[in-house]
């Protein structure tokens, strides 16, 4: 046995303590493993990139794959089995060149739908009839049927209404087409209407690849951010919660003028003020860095700070990238998707973020990620509690699905959402956790990147904290949901209202729009009883009936939500509405199957 004296175990210390970053980093691992996991997928022909979307479009709990193809091909649907992945007949007819792949449920019928834009091709629409039956409901939606050099798109409740919209971002094509952004309102009745010019963010003269919804002044309006081309400036348009933007590039410093590729937004230094990364040509991506409020002018302003943090890339071109925790230490890493003429650069990086600090690229386990590479996405595939990524190459080479090997005894947590009041998919809700002195912000979103979707299933890594001390939860509809001393290592699927005992109290200045009106298929049998008493009422409505009632919605006359109850409990039910203006309400009430029915009350 050796013995050490206290001066001796001192000193292994502190070497120990210089030396645990370096631990840390040697822990990360990760595999190729594409043909292993039975993924074979590669593009021959096409302009740059293709689409890469992780989604459960099946429903089954896993993350599924969906990716692009060339023109004459057929999209590639890949099911995942929990230990492989198996290629499914092609759900839909599209032979466009596939660019931006998304699922999200647009009609809010609790399953997701599928849109595709296409380059120099026409975009489609395709609702979801269940069991993944997918149907083209492009022309009778309203969008445009006309083809485009559409790049990127990407679903967001810019109006906080409850029903996602659709942006749209056009590159230009050989002087034949010009570029802009278009902005398609969502109806609530499955159509669209474009409302690019009265919302004033076409982004018109500019040349953009990508876009991303995401509140960079955290008023909760959904602003806009968009990567420009062709050395025309990046544009921040701010909105002002009255269906129009702003453009606010100039004045908070984000008009980067560059030839920008992709928009990954984050809040990388997990001070509550969401961060913007834009990938570029040799000369060097930016991280544009949020200020937060400025005391001295009460003003927002970004700085670029890749170049102090190692990642502005200056070795080819940049395309996709993504932040992620791959080790769940509890701050974000970068991987990033890149090309060059260059043999004897390498196209591909990730970079392992160093106590918040600076960022150092890691190569181990990556030596065979040399091609050319475009967009990326990534999910836990296998489920395992460490985020997974698949990868767009460039010809020869096929799909790369790397898989995350990193162990540890750092924990996690996953978030599933499901709005009630919001848009059914919880998109462009704003997460906040606490463990112990480890505070990070994030944002759900639906469509990131250079042409990605990643998993829906919202994973944040806590490092060695064992409890998440608290989650908030601030819904598009203004909502708050809390939850306290929560088990890591585990997946939450949490409703909105969930920790409200199903009460959705909504901001003052967003005007949810009601769910599609009760059909005869869904419609409580006749022979159901209800009755409100009193009605009118002064303060207190009592509800009952003779079946168990899930959940009422209180709309005005005109479908304006105003407040949401689950309950999953009999009758009689008394809801205090003492403080409702006087007026006509309606009360939906719905039974544990689904079927509902609409009454009409009076508030005194």
Request: with cysteine; glycine share 8%; charged share 20%.
């Amino acid at each position: 046995m050796r013995l050490y004296n206290q001066q001796t175990l001192l000193l292994w210390h502190l070497l120990f303590g210089l030396l645990l970053p370096y631990f840390t980093i040697a822990q990360i691992s990760f595999k190729e493993a594409a043909m292993d996991k039975n993924v074979n997928h590669r593009i021959i022909n096409g302009a740059i990139g293709a689409g890469v979307s992780v989604y459960d479009f099946n429903q089954d709990g896993m993350d599924d794959l969906t990716l692009a193809t060339e023109r004459g091909q057929l999209i590639g649907f890949y099911i995942n089995t929990g230990t492989s992945f198996e290629a499914i007949a092609a759900l839909v007819d599209n032979r466009e060149e596939v660019k931006q792949i998304l699922w999200a449920d647009y009609d809010n019928d609790g399953d997701a739908d599928l849109f595709v834009s296409a380059f120099l091709g026409q975009s489609y629409l395709y609702e979801n009839q269940g069991d993944m039956q997918l149907i083209d409901i492009t022309q009778n939606s309203g969008l445009p049927l006309d083809r485009h050099a559409a790049y990127g798109a990407n679903w967001g409740d810019y109006n906080r209404d409850g029903w996602l919209d659709l942006l749209c971002t056009y590159h230009n094509y050989a002087g034949q087409q010009t570029g802009g952004n278009s902005l398609f309102k969502n109806n609530a009745d499955g159509t669209f209407t474009e409302v690019t010019a009265t919302a004033e963010m076409g982004n018109a003269d500019r040349v953009p690849f990508a876009a991303a919804f995401m509140d960079f002044n955290n008023d909760q309006w959904p602003d806009i951010y968009t990567a420009n081309d062709k050395l025309t400036y990046n544009t921040l348009y701010e909105n002002l919660g009255n269906g129009h933007f702003y453009d606010a590039s100039q004045d908070t410093d984000a008009n980067a003028r560059m030839n920008g590729m992709c928009v990954n937004a984050a809040d990388i230094n997990q001070d509550g003020w969401v961060d913007m990364y834009v990938t570029n040509t040799f000369v060097g991506g930016q991280l544009l860095q949020n200020s937060g409020p400025n005391p001295d002018v009460l003003d927002i302003s970004f700085e670029d700070k890749a170049p102090d943090l190692g990642i502005n890339y200056e070795n080819g071109n940049g395309w996709g990238s993504t932040f992620f925790d791959a080790d769940n230490d509890g701050d974000l890493d970068l991987y990033m998707c890149g090309n060059s003429s260059n043999p004897s650069v390498k196209g591909v990086h990730f970079y392992e973020n160093i106590d918040k600090q600076y960022f150092e690229i890691i190569t181990e386990g990556f030596e065979v990620d040399t091609f050319n590479s475009y967009s990326n996405a990534i999910a836990d595939f296998d489920m395992d509690g460490t985020l997974d990524i698949i990868v767009q190459n460039n010809q020869p080479t096929h799909f790369h699905l790397w898989n995350n090997l990193t162990k540890n005894d750092n924990h996690w947590v996953k978030i599933q959402l499901e709005g009630v009041a919001s848009n059914r998919d919880g998109i462009g809700t704003r997460i906040e956790t606490f463990a112990k002195d480890l505070y990070q912000s994030d944002f759900t979103y639906c469509g990131f990147g250079f042409l990605g979707q990643n998993t829906a299933k919202k994973h944040i890594g806590l490092g060695l904290h064992e409890t998440l001390d608290s989650l908030i939860l601030t819904w598009p509809s203004g909502h708050t949901d809390r939850f306290y001393n929560l088990t890591t290592s585990q997946l939450y699927q949490i409703k909105e209202g969930e920790s409200t005992n199903g009460e959705i109290f909504m901001a003052n200045d967003v005007a949810i729009v009601a769910r599609p009106t009760v059909t005869a298929i869904d419609a409580l049998p006749t022979a159901a009883t209800i009755q409100l008493m009193p009605n009118p009422v002064p303060d207190q409505l009592t509800i009952q009936a003779d079946f168990p009632i899930d959940n009422l919605t209180i709309s005005t006359i005109d479908g304006r939500v105003i407040r949401q109850t689950y309950l999953e409990h009999s009758t009689p039910i008394s809801l205090d509405v003492a403080h409702f203006e006087a007026g006509v309400y309606l009360l939906k009430i719905q039974d544990l199957e689904g079927r509902s029915r609409v009454e009409k009350w009076v508030k005194l």
